[in-house]
């Protein structure tokens, strides 16, 4: 038994969305990258299973309905095979500060995200980025005004916030100033 369960904590691991041809829930591609999350979950007898989703919504995969409802059929395959070998495995994914489709696409709907395929969403700070050209200036990795418009925005695309976790970054920068005032 590994320290983590010994001392009746729950684990989990984290994994990539990695799949490097269109979107498709058919392909041999997406079976055995199901195939591989099954596996790693085995090997560390993890609690959650936690999904990268923000390479899928920063690159320009997302654009249409069909390539959403491909991976919503991914992840939802992905999710019965995990329930069939555990029924205690549960699902995170890792979003953006805000849906990436919020304002202009109409098949921008998170229902069938939110209901078949992951039990909780990671807001990711580190996908907030916004550079005013302001040097030597320490702030928030997402300005709260930010943070609160994404969230009001995943509720309207219907993910309540009892499935949000904010994800804290763990992590510092190094600001270089080459002049202190």
Same mark, same amino acid.
């Given at each position: 038994?590994?320290?983590? +369960?010994?001392?009746?904590?729950?684990?989990?691991?984290?994994?990539?969305? *990695?799949?490097?041809?269109?979107?498709?829930? &058919?392909?041999?591609?997406?079976?055995?990258?199901?195939?591989?999350?099954? *596996?790693?979950?085995?090997?560390?007898? =993890?609690? %959650?299973?936690? $999904?990268?989703?923000?390479?899928? %919504? *920063?690159?320009? /995969?997302?654009?249409?309905?069909?390539? +959403?409802?491909?991976?919503?059929?991914?992840?939802? +395959?992905? !999710?019965?095979? $995990?329930?069939?070998?555990? #029924?205690?495995?549960?699902?995170?994914?890792?979003?953006?500060?805000?849906?990436?489709?919020?304002?202009?696409?109409? %098949?921008?709907?998170? &229902? *069938?995200?939110?209901? #078949? =395929?992951?039990?909780?969403? /990671?807001?990711?700070? #580190?996908? %907030?980025?916004?550079?005013?050209?302001?040097?030597?200036?320490?702030?928030?990795?997402?300005?709260?005004? !930010?943070?609160?418009?994404?969230?009001?925005?995943?509720?309207?695309?219907?993910?309540?916030?009892?499935?949000?976790?904010?994800?804290?970054?763990?992590?510092?920068?190094?600001?270089?100033?080459? &002049?202190?005032?």
């Amino acid at each position: 038994m590994c320290t983590t +369960h010994r001392n009746g904590r729950k684990f989990g691991i984290t994994v990539d969305l *990695s799949l490097s041809e269109q979107i498709n829930e &058919t392909s041999t591609e997406s079976a055995e990258w199901i195939r591989s999350v099954l *596996s790693q979950q085995q090997m560390w007898h =993890a609690e %959650f299973v936690t $999904l990268n989703l923000l390479p899928y %919504f *920063s690159s320009g /995969v997302s654009s249409s309905e069909q390539d +959403h409802v491909a991976l919503v059929k991914i992840l939802s +395959h992905m !999710k019965e095979n $995990l329930t069939a070998l555990s #029924d205690i495995v549960k699902v995170a994914c890792i979003i953006p500060w805000k849906p990436p489709c919020a304002e202009m696409e109409p %098949f921008c709907d998170f &229902t *069938s995200l939110s209901t #078949d =395929a992951c039990d909780y969403f /990671v807001i990711s700070p #580190d996908s %907030f980025t916004d550079v005013d050209n302001v040097k030597c200036r320490a702030r928030a990795n997402i300005p709260i005004s !930010k943070l609160l418009y994404g969230i009001s925005e995943y509720n309207s695309h219907h993910i309540p916030n009892n499935r949000m976790i904010l994800g804290v970054a763990w992590h510092g920068y190094d600001y270089t100033c080459e &002049t202190l005032k």
